[in-house]
């Protein structure tokens, strides 16, 4: 597509229920990153992807946390479980590469736990 | 590790007036430079980037040069808008890692 793309780009959902949120980078690109964006917390580093491999998972949270990649393109991030601080902002990101390439982000979906 | 440390907010400028956000990193390799903007209800956008040291990038008016000596990546713009009104973020990507690595963010309001 022409952008990232991700999906819903609002979700309220009650707490202890399970999300899936969707990200769809842009064609070509083998890099692919989540983000967070709390308030006051400001862009926190979940997950990273190459391809369809993460080498690097160590923003996730917690074990509730989960996410995959697959064909090298759509991402899901899962969490289960949800609490109330869980509620923020999640953004994806692809790159045509790493190191000095941009990064084009989605619209992000915003989560609200209640 | 890789870090970035932005001025805090937020700003209140008129019309016209002159813009600056500092920002300062610490990398651990030679990291690109960005900053980063996101007006009201859009998502994250590059405003302008600088590769190496010296390099000066530039974008809708505003600018910023890799200044190695001081670890810095100052954002200025000689005659802000109402329509600048955003939150101006500060970022760095270090080849080796590959994250970015973002500053907590600056908001920034224009008065007409």
């Known amino acids: 597509g022409a952008g990232v793309s991700q999906s819903p780009s609002n979700k309220v959902t009650e707490k202890g229920k399970d999300v899936e949120l969707r990200c769809d980078p842009i064609s070509g690109h083998t890099a692919l990153y989540w983000y967070r964006q709390s308030l006051g917390q400001g862009l926190e580093f979940l997950i990273y992807f190459q391809g369809n491999s993460a080498p690097d998972k160590s923003g996730l949270p917690s074990d509730r946390f989960s996410a995959e990649r697959t064909g090298g393109s759509v991402s899901t991030l899962t969490i289960q479980r949800t609490q109330q601080e869980d509620s923020a902002v999640y953004l994806c990101a692809s790159s045509v590469g790493t190191g000095h390439t941009e990064a084009f982000f989605g619209q992000g979906t915003r989560l609200t736990v209640v | 590790g890789n870090s970035v440390t932005q001025m805090e907010g937020p700003v209140t400028l008129s019309e016209e007036a002159f813009l600056t956000i500092n920002c300062t990193y610490t990398?651990?390799?030679?990291?690109?430079l960005f900053w980063y903007v996101q007006y009201p209800g859009e998502g994250l956008q590059l405003l302008l980037k600088?590769?190496?040291?010296?390099d000066k990038g530039s974008n809708k008016g505003f600018e910023a040069t890799y200044r190695k000596e001081t670890t810095s990546f100052h954002l200025e713009k000689g005659s802000v808008q109402v329509s600048d009104s955003a939150v101006y973020f500060c970022a760095l990507s270090d080849p080796r890692s590959y994250k970015l690595s973002f500053g907590a963010g600056t908001t920034v309001t224009v008065r007409a």
């Open positions: 600088a590769t190496k040291a010296d």
């Open positions: 990398a651990t390799g030679y990291p690109s």
